[in-house]
C-alpha cells in the first residue's frame, strides 16, 4: 500500500462508507503536463483530488513517487489551502531537482481519503526532463561549403532539440534577407537575392539561443561558406 500524508480525520460527511478512493486528475508540474529543466531547477506537481462521488469522505493526504508505485521515492503532498479537510483538495509539493541525471522522470500522485480507501494505483503522472546539454547547430550550405551557387535565397540553421523561439544574430555579413523561426527547430534566413560570386559570408550564433531547458548554444559558433564563381571565362581569339 501507498504511504499516505496525514490529514484530517472530521470522517465522511455524508454517511456513505464506500470502498471507492478518490479520484485525481490535473496532474501537472509547473502547469503543464510536461516540462524541461536543467537539474537543480526547482519545480512545483500539482493535482486535484476528488471524493465527492466515490464516497463522499474527506481526503486524508496524497504523495507521489517517481515511476509508478516505487514508494521508496514517495514524498508528501500538501493541501494548496494548508488543510485536508474536505471532499475535494488541490495538492501541491515543490520538487527539487539538484543532483538529477539527464534523464525523464514521470511523477505518480496517489491520494487516500479518511475512510480509508487508497488510490495507490493512479495511472497519471506530470513528466520532468532534465537536460544539461548545451543544443548543437548545422547549417545549410555547410560549414566551409565551397561553390554556393549565388542563387541561394535561404540560409537555414537546423537544431537538433526544440529552441525557445528566440535569439540573435552576433554577427552576419549576408547582404539582404529575413531572419525567423520556422518551427522550433529551425532558424532561417529567406529571401536572399544578393549574394556576390567568390565571396565568402559568415554568420555568428551567440548565447542567446537556448533550448528548452535554458541551455545555450556554447561560445559564439561561427559558419561560413564560399559562394562559386559563375561567370563563363572568355576565350581570346588566336591571330
Known sequence: MAPMAIGSDSGNQDGITGAVPPVISNVLVDGVASVTVQSGTSVTLTADVDDSTTGGSNILGANYTIG???WATSVVMAAVDGTFDALTEDVTVAVDTTGW???TYDLYVYAS???PND???SPLFGTIIIDDTAPT???TPADAAPAVPTATATYSILFDEPMQAVGTLATDDIPDGTWGWTD???YEKTGITALAEQTTYNVVLNADFVDLAGNAVTGDITFEFTTADETNPTVAPTP
Request: proline share 6%; net charge negative.
Open 68 to 70: 509508478a508505485q516505487v
Open 101 to 103: 541525471a539527464e534523464a
Open 113 to 115: 481519503d479518511v475512510v
Open 119 to 121: 488510490n495507490d494505483n
Open 137 to 139: 547547430a548545422t547549417p
Open 184 to 186: 522550433s527547430t529551425h
